[in-house]
């Protein structure tokens, strides 16, 4: 049996301060296009239509890229990503969020065709996500109306002080998939240094 009993959207997480980049990490540019732009791509692939999460200080900048329908600012009293997660369920609480940080520049469509494709096979998870020695993929991940729902009521009784994604769902009904093949799927670029580490790789492989 096929899970499509609910819309799955695509969300792309740009609303974190980006405090060790130094400047908003959706607007660095990779082959010409914003990183917002290039992970929007990747879930465009899948068929998803897609909505950018951002916070209040973003809406001039993001209005002048996106049309301003797929912005959703930040309308919960909470911090980082449970932010963009859970103002997003707010507007859309009857369908799945296929999230994906605007970092995590290194991952390949076929990664996310996968976590789909189990999404469609098993039914009922609150979650479908990636781990890796024990270490799950929180952001890279579908996450289910269930699953949202159980992170909003959590988030109404103020259990959600910590802001740890890791934390918040350690509760859910997940499904984990192996996170083989590529070291870099997963990483995420937080330093200038780590940018440029990322540039120098790049152009060794274009040599």
Avoid at 114 to 123: F, S, Y
């Amino acid at each position: 049996m096929e899970n499509t009993t609910h819309t799955l959207l695509g969300l792309v997480l740009c609303g974190g301060k980006s405090s060790r980049m130094g400047t908003d990490k959706g607007q660095l540019r990779k082959d010409g296009c914003t990183w917002a732009r290039h992970m929007s791509d990747r879930l465009e692939r899948l068929g998803l239509k897609i909505y950018f999460s951002i916070n209040p200080l973003q809406e001039s900048t993001y209005r002048q890229i996106f049309s301003p329908e797929t912005l959703i600012t930040d309308q919960v009293d909470v911090k980082g990503p449970l932010a963009g997660l859970l103002s997003t369920h707010q507007l859309f609480p009857e369908a799945d969020l296929f999230v994906l940080p605007c970092d995590m520049i290194d991952i390949e469509t076929p990664l996310l065709q996968r976590l789909l494709d189990i999404r469609r096979q098993i039914v009922g998870a609150d979650i479908y996500l990636y781990a890796k020695n024990e270490q799950i993929e929180p952001l890279c991940a579908i996450y289910t109306v269930s699953g949202l729902q159980k992170l909003f009521i959590d988030y109404q009784h103020g259990y959600l002080t910590n802001f740890s994604v890791k934390r918040a769902i350690k509760n859910l009904c997940a499904v984990r998939l192996p996170a083989s093949g590529n070291a870099k799927d997963f990483r995420n670029y937080n330093t200038p240094d780590s940018i440029r580490k990322w540039q120098k790789t790049n152009s060794l492989r274009l040599q």
